[in-house]
Structures are given as structure tokens and as C-alpha cells.
């Protein structure tokens, strides 16, 4: 029998709590967590916790500025998706 393993199930090993930053001071930290994660180990699992956008007048401001820093492929991220319960993102590390 095989068993396919999901590479975002495991123990978290670092977490950024990004909740009263702004957007651009978001980009900034997960871009800088990143890097800094991998280096100290690569294949991290990280989490980063967006809030669910409930604070923010308007549309949730955090969690889209996540999603289009993930998208856009620039940062050494094997694997992401939204967390369980949607108020952040899991990342395997490269």
C-alpha cells in the first residue's frame, strides 16, 4: 500500500503573527521570515498568521497581500495553503 504524505502536515517549526501590520509592512516581514527560516533550516514548516481580515475596514487586507506574495513565486516556498481554520497560511520551505 502507498501512502502519500502531505508535505504542509507535520509540527509547525516557526510562526509570524502579522495582525496590526500594514500590507506593505506584511511583504516585507514574511519576505524577510523567509529567508531567514530557510537558512537557519531548509524544509521549514512555517506559519504565518494573517488574521481572517475581520479588523480591516472593507476587505481583508493581509491575507490577499499573503496570497499574491505566494503567487508570484518569488520566495523559496516548495508548498502553501490557507490554514484550517483560514486565518493564515502553512509553508514547506525549499
Not at 514574511?30 to 524544509?43: D, L, S
Request: hydrophobic share 45%; aromatic share 4%; net charge positive.
Amino acid at each position: 500500500m502507498i501512502s502519500i504524505l502531505d508535505p504542509l502536515d507535520g509540527p509547525v517549526d516557526d510562526t509570524l503573527d502579522l495582525h496590526g501590520m500594514t500590507g506593505v509592512e506584511a511583504v516585507a516581514a514574511v519576505t524577510a521570515f523567509v529567508q531567514r527560516v530557510r537558512k537557519r533550516q531548509p524544509r521549514a514548516l512555517v506559519h504565518i498568521i494573517t488574521g481572517k481580515g475581520r479588523g480591516s475596514p472593507g476587505r481583508p487586507v493581509l491575507r490577499t497581500r499573503v496570497k499574491t506574495l505566494l503567487r508570484a513565486g518569488s520566495l523559496p516556498v516548495a508548498e502553501w495553503a490557507l490554514d484550517l481554520d483560514g486565518g493564515g497560511y502553512l509553508l514547506r520551505l525549499k
